[in-house]
């Protein structure tokens, strides 16, 4: 079966902290994945990657950066956390693979930034 | 770029009823329609997909339809029981030689009463 874990399931952090939250896969999958999640809002796609070392800005990447230095791993980073920031992030994975295009996700990470 | 609607976002039903979710997308290029059902706590996992070669697709209990022309795609859940409460999430790409990128609706919060 296909696992991607996220480091935590619960952070409270202060505003102006740096966050970071960690997605580890163990597929050997090249796409990486951060969503946003909020009530009415849905998924909301902060970065990509798809291959080590490189990132592309998804629809709401402002206050946000990323870091992929292995295929398996893939953070997200809050420089400086706002109260705004306070949502649920999702990490998925997929693989680039003809027809194979399910994204597997982690359980996500509810943040709370006081 | 892609726009996915996705209705109603809400629905209650009593057990044994049948459920339908419509979704509605904008680019005519998408050619991969995936739904995906988040159990409470857990992150959104893979429930059936289609393609847009494919007008109807069924796995037991659970259907999805595709209308290509009108750009609507719909998952129908027939004799629905507790355990299908969940959040429903559509979401559209161009898989399958495309960028792997899907665009979620805003989900369906399903509920069904005993």
């Known amino acids: 079966d296909v696992k991607v874990t996220q480091s935590s399931r619960y952070l409270v952090k202060r505003t102006g902290e740096k966050v970071f939250l960690e997605c580890v896969q163990d597929m050997d999958h090249e796409n990486m994945f951060w969503y946003r999640q909020d009530p009415g809002l849905g998924l909301r796609l902060i970065y990509f990657?798809?291959?080590?070392?490189?990132?592309e800005k998804g629809d709401i990447p402002e206050g946000y950066s990323v870091s992929r230095e292995k295929k398996e791993r893939f953070s997200l980073i809050l420089e400086s956390a706002s109260t705004n920031q306070t949502s649920m992030y999702l990490c998925?994975?997929?693989?680039?693979?003809?027809?194979?295009?399910?994204?597997?996700f982690g359980p996500g990470t509810r943040l709370l930034v006081l | 770029g892609e726009n996915v609607e996705q209705h109603p976002s809400t629905l209650s039903v009593q057990e044994g009823d049948s459920a339908v979710i419509k979704c509605t997308y904008s680019?005519?290029?998408?050619?991969?329609f995936p739904w995906y059902k988040q159990e409470l706590g857990k992150g959104p996992q893979l429930i059936i997909d289609?393609?847009?070669?494919?007008g109807e697709k069924k796995d037991q209990r659970i259907a999805v339809t595709l209308n290509k022309t009108a750009k609507h795609f719909s998952l129908h859940i027939t004799e629905t029981q507790p355990e299908d409460s969940a959040v429903y999430f559509c979401?559209?790409?161009?898989?399958?030689?495309?960028?792997?990128?899907?665009?979620f609706g805003r989900g369906t919060s399903l509920i069904v009463h005993p």
């Open positions: 990657s798809y291959d080590v070392k490189m990132k």
């Open positions: 979401a559209a790409s161009t898989g399958a030689g495309g960028s792997y990128i899907p665009t």
């Open positions: 289609i393609r847009s070669n494919v």
């Open positions: 680019d005519s290029a998408s050619n991969y």
């Open positions: 998925a994975s997929t693989t680039l693979r003809q027809y194979q295009e399910t994204q597997y």
